[in-house]
């Protein structure tokens, strides 16, 4: 199974841009990235994803890595609200639906 | 749209005991899951459901029993509840598979066995 690999933590500071890494260099070709993120006692959310090309939404942009090995979730302003635990996973042919939440990274913002 | 609704929020179980969690979507997607989140770990899939009637086991299905007789509704039967079972449940549904389609998950159902 095609694993993703993230820091435990990170910290940013309130309306400043935020770099979420996520290393995946067992990723097949038809794996897609997926990223989701958990605020405090909440379900999962979806927040965006890619296959090849460079992602935006109203969300977040999701920066793919020439040769896929590696994916960069950008916040563009955090706030307040954007403190939670982001996973980064791997979907497509190999895992069907069984995407694999892995331990995420918890991002903390200070105001 | 509600999305997706589950019921009960908080449940304690006693050893033994049996309960159904309850999950409904109202957005006519075809797939549903189920995932237990233990305490600072990420999510695991118990069980899934690519329409009604057909159900296939997840990651970690020993325990559980699932029916899917609707398109709306995905119930999760616990017969003879372990501590081991202690945890939040949640529920998700997407229009086609996780691999490639945005999920939609639940508010929760968090549950002691005692």
């Known amino acids: 199974d095609a694993k993703t690999t993230q820091p435990n933590s990170m910290e940013s500071n309130e309306e400043e841009p935020v770099h979420l890494p996520c290393n995946h260099s067992?990723?097949?070709?038809?794996?897609?990235i997926h990223w989701y993120r958990q605020l405090p006692s909440q379900g999962p959310e979806y927040v965006i994803h890619?296959?090849?090309s460079n992602v935006n939404n109203r969300m977040a942009s999701l920066a793919i890595a020439e040769d896929r090995k590696s994916s960069t979730l950008i916040l563009h302003r955090a706030t307040l609200r954007d403190a939670a635990v982001y996973y980064c996973i791997l979907g497509g042919d190999n895992a069907g639906n069984m995407l694999t939440f892995g331990g995420g990274t918890r991002l903390m913002v200070k105001p | 749209n509600a999305g997706v609704t589950q019921t009960p929020k908080f449940r304690i179980l006693k050893i033994g005991q049996s309960m159904t969690l309850q999950c409904a979507q109202d957005?006519?997607?075809?797939?549903m899951y189920w995932y237990r989140q233990d305490p600072g770990m990420g999510l695991k899939l118990i069980y899934y459901s690519v329409g009604a009637g057909i159900t296939d086991k997840g990651e970690v299905p020993n325990g559980y029993n699932v029916s899917r007789s609707t398109t709306e509704d995905f119930p999760l039967r616990l017969e003879l509840a372990a501590p081991s079972q202690t945890s939040v449940y949640f529920c998700?549904?997407?229009?086609?598979?996780?691999?490639?389609?945005?999920?939609?998950f639940g508010p929760g159902t968090r549950l002691t066995v005692l």
């Open positions: 890619g296959l090849t």
């Open positions: 998700a549904s997407s229009f086609g598979l996780a691999g490639w389609n945005e999920q939609f």
């Open positions: 957005m006519n997607h075809n797939y």
């Open positions: 067992t990723i097949s070709g038809t794996d897609y």
